[in-house]
C-alpha cells in the first residue's frame, strides 16, 4: 500500500454522554499520495475518524502516528499537528470565523506566524488558485454554500498542508459544483498533498477514489485499492453499500469479451468508451 502517512492504532471513542462508543477499537491507516476515500453508512465513525485525525478530539484509548511517530496532545505538538493536517468541515460555517473572505484566509495564515510578506503573498495566491479574486472583500455571510465551502478550502489549503481531509465535501452539491470541486480537488491532488474524503456515497468514491477505507460501527471493516474493493460486490452490498451500475457493466464486459485484465475499470461512461475504443483498434501493420 506504500507508504503510511497517518496510522490509528487501537481507537476508542465515546462521546460525552454517549450511549455506545463512536469509534471501537479502530485499527486502519492512510498511505500517503493516494486519493482516499472513508466510507460507511451515516453513523459508521467517520466523521469522528476525522475529528481525531485533526486533533480536535482525543481517544479514550489508543495511539494516532504521523509518519511512525506517535501525535501528542500538548499545545506546541497539537500545533505542530495541525500544520501538516488540514480538515474542511461538513458545514463551512463551523470553519468561517471572520468578516470577509480575505480576512478568512489571512487569519488561517497569522496562526501559523509567518511573515506580513509572506501572508501577502500566500492570500493572493490561494485567492487565485480558488477563483476568489472577486469575491475578497465580500462578507461571509453574503456567500451560497458553495461558494462559502470554496472559502474554507481556500483557508484550509492556504496553510499547505501534507494531508487534507475532506468531510462529505460533495453534500448538497449539485452536478456542476461537484464537478467544480473535483477539478479543485485534482488540482490539490497533483500538487502533491495527500486527500481523504468522508462520504457515504460509493458512487462518488467509485469515480474519485484509488485507495478506500470501509467503517461500519466504529470499526474497520474493509480497505484497499478500489480494484480489489469493488470486486467484493456481494461484500459491499451486505453493507448496504450499492456498487455502481458501471462497475457490474464492465464486469459483464470483462468476462464476455476477454478484455486484457491489465486494464483499468472505467471511472465514467466516457473512459468506458475510450477504453473499448482502444482495445478495438486494429493493431498497426
Ligand atoms: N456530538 C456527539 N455526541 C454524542 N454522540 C455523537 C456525537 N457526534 C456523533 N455521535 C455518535 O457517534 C457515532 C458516529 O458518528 P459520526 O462520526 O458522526 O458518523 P458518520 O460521520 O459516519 O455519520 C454515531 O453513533 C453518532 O450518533
Ligand atoms: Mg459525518
Redesign the pocket.
Known amino acids: 500500500m506504500g507508504e503510511k502517512m497517518l496510522e490509528f492504532q487501537d481507537i476508542n471513542y465515546t ?1 460525552p ?2 450511549q ?1 462508543p ?1 469509534l471501537n477499537g479502530l485499527n486502519s491507516s492512510i498511505p500517503a499520495t493516494k486519493k482516499n476515500a472513508l466510507l ?1 453508512q ?8 476525522l475529528f481525531l485525525a485533526d486533533g480536535l478530539l482525543k481517544p479514550q484509548q489508543g495511539q494516532i502516528r504521523w509518519a511512525r511517530e506517535r501525535l501528542n496532545y500538548d499545545r506546541h505538538s497539537l500545533n505542530q499537528w495541525r500544520q501538516k493536517i488540514g480538515l474542511a468541515f461538513q458545514d463551512p460555517e463551523q470553519q468561517l470565523v471572520a468578516g470577509t473572505v480575505a480576512e478568512d484566509i489571512a487569519y488561517g495564515l497569522y496562526t501559523l506566524k509567518l511573515s506580513q510578506a509572506e501572508i501577502k503573498q500566500r492570500l493572493g495566491q490561494t485567492l487565485a488558485e480558488f477563483g476568489l479574486q472577486d469575491l475578497a472583500n465580500h462578507p461571509l455571510h453574503h456567500l451560497s454554500l458553495g461558494q462559502k465551502r470554496r472559502v474554507a478550502l481556500a483557508g484550509v489549503m492556504a496553510r499547505q498542508p501534507e494531508l487534507l481531509l475532506l468531510d462529505e465535501p460533495t453534500a448538497y452539491l449539485d452536478s456542476v459544483q461537484t464537478g467544480n470541486l473535483l477539478e479543485e480537488l485534482e488540482r490539490i491532488h497533483a500538487a502533491g498533498t495527500t486527500l481523504v474524503i ?1 462520504t457515504h456515497d460509493l458512487s462518488f468514491a467509485y469515480q474519485w477514489a484509488d485507495w478506500i477505507v470501509i ?1 461500519h460501527e ?1 470499526q474497520l471493516i474493509m480497505s484497499g485499492e478500489a480494484q480489489d474493493i469493488f470486486s467484493q460486490g456481494n461484500r459491499l452490498a451486505e453493507l448496504h453499500l450499492a456498487v455502481p451500475i458501471l462497475w457490474e457493466v464492465w464486469q459483464v464486459l470483462v468476462s464476455n469479451l476477454s478484455l486484457p485484465n491489465t486494464m483499468p475499470f472505467p471511472k465514467t461512461i466516457r473512459h468506458l468508451e475510450e477504453q473499448l475504443r482502444d482495445w478495438n483498434k486494429p493493431s498497426q501493420p
Open positions: 462521546y454522554g454517549g455506545k463512536a460507511g451515516n453513523g459508521s465513525g467517520k466523521s469522528t475518524l468522508a467503517l466504529g
